[in-house]
T-cell receptor, first 114, second 112 residues
Framework: GAVVSQHPSRVICKSGTSVKIECRSL??????MFWYRQFPKQSLMLMAT?????????EQGVEKDKFLINHASLTLSTLTVTSAHPEDSSFYIC??????????FGPGTRLTVL | GNSVTQMEGPVTLSEEAFLTINCTYT??????LFWYVQYPGEGLQLLLK?????DKGSNKGFEATYRKETTSFHLEKGSVQVSDSAVYFC???????????FGSGTQLTVLP
């Protein structure tokens, strides 16, 4: 089956620093990638949708200057949390679509901002 | 807008018990419906899906039928196992953007 990887799996950083999370589709070309945020014991909240080679579309309430998304190739998307603060601590999940109605999810990245 | 309402958990069952997790939806157009499962410490995995009314998705003993008249997609399994312990998410996809709308998730614990 299709595999999506995320790196790193967990990261701890100081307040004010930036953190980059990578999402890769390993065995298929992802026409669209999605970034979600999951709070403890809650559902996934879509943050943004990115298509290769174009600007990401952000959901209402998500700061595009804080959560920078780059989808430079059909197998790689990155999410950079800029000037991270403790309230940005969360579980970030990416998914990749192959052009059908199915998304394949990465294992997630646990971000802790001290 | 689109929304998914899912049975609140947590749900605790004994092994071999019957499982039902209710899911209803609101959507414009004709959505595709999904159940995803998240095992402890892992990412979401697609469990099953149905793309049109009266379709039945099935996988690993789990089933769900797309009921347009009741806007429902309830998840069922006749005999659960300890290894089924996980969080289950109902979701829908509608529109060309391929965006998923998730329910709140239901934590299932199966006791031996």
């Amino acid at each position: 089956g299709a595999v999506v990887s995320q790196h790193p799996s967990r990261v701890i950083c100081k307040s004010g620093t930036s953190v980059k999370i990578e999402c890769r589709s390993l065995d298929f070309q992802a026409t669209t990638m999605f970034w979600y945020r999951q709070f403890p014991k809650q559902s996934l909240m879509l943050m943004a949708t990115s298509n290769e080679g174009s600007k990401a579309t952000y959901e209402q309430g998500v700061e595009k200057d804080k959560f920078l998304i780059n989808h430079a190739s059909l197998t790689l998307s990155t999410l950079t949390v800029t000037s991270a603060h403790p309230e940005d601590s969360s579980f970030y999940i990416c998914s990749a679509g192959d052009g059908t109605d199915t998304q394949y999810f990465g294992p997630g990245t646990r971000l802790t901002v001290l | 807008g689109n929304s998914v309402t899912q049975m609140e958990g947590p749900v605790t069952l004994s092994e071999e018990a019957f499982l039902t997790i209710n899911c209803t939806y609101t959507a414009t157009g004709y959505p595709s419906l999904f159940w995803y499962v998240q095992y402890p410490g892992e990412g979401l995995q697609l469990l099953l899906k149905a793309t049109k009314a009266d379709d039945k998705g099935s996988n690993k003993g789990f089933e769900a039928t797309y009921r347009k008249e009741t806007t429902s997609f309830h998840l069922e399994k006749g005999s659960v196992q300890v290894s089924d312990s996980a969080v289950y998410f109902c979701a829908l996809e509608a529109g060309s953007a391929r965006q998923l709308t998730f329910g709140s998730g239901t934590q299932l614990t199966v006791l031996p």
